[in-house]
């Protein structure tokens, strides 16, 4: 990622507020430019307004524009940690109901964590799933066969991480035409834990990682969830919606081949003409069990009457497995990752490798045939000694 598109991205999401002492100086500092460049950006973005360190940049742009409300109800949401009524933010900022409504909205698709209550607002340390499936319209077919690729637990940031792995999976379903990737969560390490595991630091540098590294093939999009933990820990820390942040950098980046899906779940709805199925992802929590399939078991088990799908794809324990629990479609997703000393410690073993998953359904949206195909990797070593060199 260029200077300009760093400076762009921090600038959209924490552009200056009204009166604001020394602005360009700061951003300029963060990232080792002249304040000038920054206000030359600000300009193009068309962040601009009164700023108070000695010159006004547009002096016809109104204090009660969105930009400039949307900017003001951050700062007052950062500091307060409480819950405001939209009347409540109309007041205090003297701008009408209409305006704060907008600046909310904006806020919201800049990636800030907004917790929106009825008529109250506030920034709140937690990301709840997404329940909304997306749908996959297979109504004008009589028989039709859906096959992407399933990966999860990268952790890319970590000492531990296998590029190498994630790499060749990504060749390999290049090389089978696959257009969709689905990952489960925790594709950067975070930090909270894990210092002496890490090579790179603070939740932008594992973000820039991240989109530089993560494999671009021609014609495959990686759609994504994240976990509550790792790159869950910085929507604790920082109150930002992480995975809106992760895609809003690849795109400033010129990626367009990553897309956010949710936040823990998702659900993929398989819509046929007379019925539906359900796939559902999850990067689950709590640790791994004397059984593999256990966790898997009683999550499933675990479902109210009507609310479990029909495929279950897991992330989180860095196994890899298929079972079938209820008649519910189970895929432990294995992991990018070797076994770092946490895991070491906790006597967890790591299964590195990936899937490719061939589902068949029926006009009614029945799955007639669900077919897992395991892609297992082995130690550094084993490749080295058979290759002579690392991927």
């Known amino acids: 990622m260029t200077t300009t598109d760093k400076v762009c991205a921090y600038v959209k999401l924490h ?27 600000r300009r193009k973005l068309g962040l601009t307004g009164r700023i108070g360190n000695g010159y006004t940049d547009a002096p016809n742009t109104p204090k009660d524009s969105v930009d400039s409300v949307a900017s003001a109800i951050s700062e007052m949401l950062r500091k307060s940690r409480k819950p405001w009524t939209v009347e409540a933010l109309s007041s205090k900022l003297d701008v009408g109901v209409a305006k704060v409504v907008m600046a909310i909205e904006r806020l919201k698709a800049s990636g800030s964590n907004l917790s929106i209550l009825h008529d109250t607002v506030e920034l709140a340390k937690e990301l709840l799933p997404d329940h909304k499936p997306s749908v996959i319209d297979i109504s004008d077919m009589e028989e039709t066969v859906i096959e992407f690729g399933l990966t999860a637990d990268n952790h890319l940031g970590s000492k531990y991480e296998r590029m190498d792995v994630l790499n060749a999976l990504f060749d390999i379903w290049a090389a089978k035409g696959i257009k969709t990737v689905y990952q489960l969560g925790n594709m950067i390490e975070g ?139 189970c895929i432990l997703a294995g992991c990018t990752k070797d076994q770092d000393t946490f895991m070491r410690k906790n006597k967890l073993a790591a299964h590195v490798g990936g899937w490719t998953i061939r589902i068949t359904l029926n006009k009614k949206g029945n799955i007639t045939s669900f077919t897992p195909t395991m892609i297992p990797f082995f130690n550094l070593g084993y490749y080295e000694a058979a290759w002579g060199y690392r991927w």
């Not at 507020?17 to 950006?41: M, Q, W």
């Not at 007379?274 to 069990?289: D, P, W």
């Open 191 to 329: 930090e909270r834990h894990s210092k002496t595991d890490i090579h790179t630091f603070t939740m932008q540098g594992q973000v820039d990682y991240f989109v530089r590294n993560w494999p671009a093939r021609p014609g495959i999009t990686t759609e994504f969830v994240t976990g509550d933990d790792h790159e869950g820990w910085y929507v604790q820390d920082e109150g930002i919606n992480i995975g809106l942040f992760m895609e809003l950098m690849a795109k400033n980046s010129g990626r367009t081949d990553m897309k956010f899906i949710g936040h823990m779940e998702k659900d993929i709805k398989l819509q046929g003409t007379e019925g539906s199925s359900v796939m559902r992802l999850i990067h689950a929590g709590g640790g791994s069990a004397y059984a593999m399939s256990y966790a898997a078991q009683k999550i499933v088990e675990a479902y109210q009457g009507g609310e479990k799908p029909n495929v279950l794809l897991v992330g989180h324990y860095h196994k890899m497995g298929y079972f079938y629990p209820r008649e519910v479609h």
């Open 15 to 41: 552009p200056p507020e009204a009166g604001e002492v020394g602005y360009d100086k700061k951003v300029a500092k963060k990232f080792n430019c002249a304040p000038e460049y920054v206000r030359k950006l």
